[in-house]
């Protein structure tokens, strides 16, 4: 079992950065995949980031690709997602999820992770 809980959301201006966090509960987390997902309000979830439970491999949404940027660090069980030139568009609400992954692959789908989180709200204002 894993529990994610993400943080570092909040208000900002368009062109600016935020750095999101997503704490893991649980052993296995060296063995998830993870990813990023967002709802913007009125809209469906959509796919950000992915990285493998390496950190080797990541992988970008096309809207987000050259700005935004996924890590992780095991040894802190942590996943971090870094936004930088925020554009209006880019306010949703952010969830991190974790799947266990026997190979260092990134996964885009949200029917195929397991364990989400509550998310996050960022706001960008014009």
């Known amino acids: 079992q894993v529990q994610l809980v993400e943080s570092g959301g909040g208000l900002v201006q368009a062109g600016g950065s935020l750095r999101l966090s997503c704490a893991a509960s649980g052993r296995t987390f060296s063995s998830c995949a993870v990813a990023w997902f967002r709802q913007p309000p009125g809209k469906e979830r959509e796919f950000v980031a992915a990285?493998?439970?390496?950190?080797?491999?990541?992988r970008y949404a096309d809207s987000v690709q050259g700005r935004f940027a996924t890590s992780r660090d095991n040894a802190k069980n942590a996943v971090y997602l870094q936004m930088n030139s925020l554009k209006p568009e880019a306010a949703a609400v952010y969830y991190c999820?974790?799947?266990?992954?026997?190979?260092?692959?990134?996964?885009?789908?949200?029917?195929?992770?397991?364990?989400w989180g509550q998310g996050t709200q960022v706001t960008v204002s014009s």
């Open positions: 999820a974790a799947k266990l992954a026997s190979a260092l692959i990134t996964y885009s789908r949200e029917v195929e992770y397991d364990y």
């Open positions: 990285i493998d439970r390496s950190g080797s491999r990541t």
